[in-house]
């Protein structure tokens, strides 16, 4: 784990031009292989319902059987990764965009018919050449992990090795649609009126990204004040933001830097890595903070803890501390004292951002609803591609290409970590409030609670049981819901 973690740190900071992984992988073979996962299976199998051993083996049992298709479908990976890296998406005779390029060529085109042109030339590019690739590579996920005999379908086996309610969190889902229908209608048309100058009937899902985009508010969020402000903060909340050293900021631009932002724990919890290439603005301040999340939960954990609960587990509690850092924008109080945006200015920032939450909370429901569709093979693969189109426009009104059934999809029902990790996030806010006031995160009392309550325990516990014992509640949407009224209303 040490090494491949250092591999991807060094190729994505640009110190190294490749990550070369596969002789890492060769060399310490037997940890991945199927003699490997037969004997924790073994394990798992003869450990005590409710008992340490059954939980310290499911997460490798988890881990296990995920290699096993990751091995299998490395050469269909490494396809996609050459293709996305070479393709072109031909807009006119004259005009061609790098594929990897275009979504943001998108979201900056001001001009809507241009933006539909670039979006039917990808669309078509994609059905024609990646949707296939990526068909492939989600059935032979399934006929993998169904051939390994652990539960009765792909499904099945996702629930026994993460633990996680999938029929449950569907119905969830389905609710929150419902209760938010109402809500979403009303405010839909005014931010693509005012943003896009459209009726919500002709925004299809490339309108999206331009409006998400839209850089009303950056000059709020100085690219100079980033750093030293949040690690003030956290300062005041009673944390070392560099853990005594053991994080590693890299927040300067470097040629060969990947743009996306990450944290690389090379040692847990010794030594970790937040690595930024700023962009400018406040999807920076908003990235720092959630990467910021993550590098003080590695950093935080207790030394002694087992391997599988430093580096394995249940990412939705990973998830939900990035997410609980990065919701700080969501904090009038926080706003007002950590950027430049005063108080009247914060209540209609937070008003975009309540509507730009509620747009991802139903769009990552709508999603976990279709892949959980595409994993069940309840359908046929060749009428998927309805399905996606209907749940996905129907939740957010951005009308969406059956192109994308294949290729807008996270693989082992991550957007169930993202959901739950949502959640987790709204009830440990929540917490902090009761516990140690509205403006929690300047409290000095406040950072000493977070890393021993839960930074302290790694990955140990699952979401849901994190939730009961910190704040004696089951994980829901009620909390989210609550925030973005409050931002909306
Ligand atoms: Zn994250």
Redesign the pocket.
Same mark, same amino acid.
């Given at each position: 784990m040490q090494e491949i973690s250092r591999e991807y740190y060094l190729a994505h900071s640009g110190h190294k031009s490749t990550a070369e992984l596969q002789p890492i992988y060769a060399r310490h073979a037997a940890i991945l292989g199927p003699d490997a996962l037969a004997m924790v299976l073994e394990a798992f199998r003869a450990s005590s319902q409710g008992s340490e051993e059954q939980r310290s083996t499911r997460l490798l049992l988890d881990w296990l059987a995920e290699s096993q298709s990751a091995r299998e479908l490395a050469p269909v990976d490494e396809r996609q990764i050459a293709w996305e890296a070479s393709a072109v998406v031909r807009v006119s005779d004259t005009k061609a965009i790098p594929y990897e390029a275009v979504a943001i060529e998108i979201a900056n085109n001001t001009d809507r018919a241009e933006r539909h042109a670039i979006e039917a030339a990808r669309a078509s590019l994609v059905a024609r050449e990646l949707a296939p690739l990526r068909k492939e590579r989600f059935e032979r996920e399934r006929d993998i992990t169904e051939q390994l005999g652990l539960a009765s379908s792909y499904n099945a086996t996702f629930e026994l090795v993460s633990g996680i309610d999938l029929d449950g969190l569907k119905a969830e889902c389905e609710q929150f649609l419902q209760d938010t229908n109402d809500m979403w209608r009303d405010v839909v048309p005014e931010f693509t009126k005012r943003v896009l100058g459209m009726d919500p009937s002709q925004v299809i899902r490339a309108d999206a990204l331009a409006l998400f985009r839209a850089r009303d508010f950056d000059a709020y969020f100085p690219p100079e004040r980033m750093e030293s402000s949040i690690r003030r903060q956290v300062t005041e909340m009673g944390i070392d933001p560099l853990a005594s050293g053991r994080i590693t900021l890299d927040t300067s631009d470097r040629e060969g830097k990947r743009s996306r932002a990450f944290c690389s724990p090379v040692r847990v919890p010794d030594e970790v890595y937040l690595v930024l290439r700023p962009h400018g603005g406040q999807v920076d301040w908003t990235t720092f903070l #959630? @990467?910021l999340g #993550?590098a003080l939960h590695f950093a935080y954990m207790r030394p002694e803890l087992a391997m599988e609960y430093r580096w394995l587990g249940d990412n939705s509690v990973? @998830?939900g501390y990035?997410m609980l850092f990065d919701h700080l924008m969501e904090d009038a109080g926080w706003l007002t004292r950590y950027t430049s945006l005063d108080a009247a200015r914060a209540r209609t920032f937070l008003r975009s951002v309540g509507f730009s939450e509620l747009h991802y909370l139903r769009r990552y429901s709508a999603k976990l609803i279709y892949e959980i569709e595409l994993y069940a093979g309840r359908m046929r693969w060749d009428s998927l591609p309805d399905l996606y189109v209907e749940q996905l426009t129907s939740a957010t009104t951005f009308r969406y290409n059956r192109a994308d059934a294949f290729v807008d999809v996270d693989p082992h029902f991550y957007a169930a970590r993202y959901l739950r990790a949502w959640q987790l996030q709204a009830l440990l806010t929540e917490t902090l409030v009761e516990r140690f006031d509205a403006d929690w995160w300047r409290n000095p009392r406040a950072g000493p609670w977070i890393v021993e309550m839960l930074f302290g325990e790694g990955q140990r516990e699952l979401g849901h049981e994190q939730a009961q014992r910190v704040a004696q509640k089951p994980l829901s949407f009620a909390p989210l819901v609550r925030a973005v009224e409050r931002m909306l209303g």
């Open positions: #959630h @990467e #993550h990973t @998830e990035a």
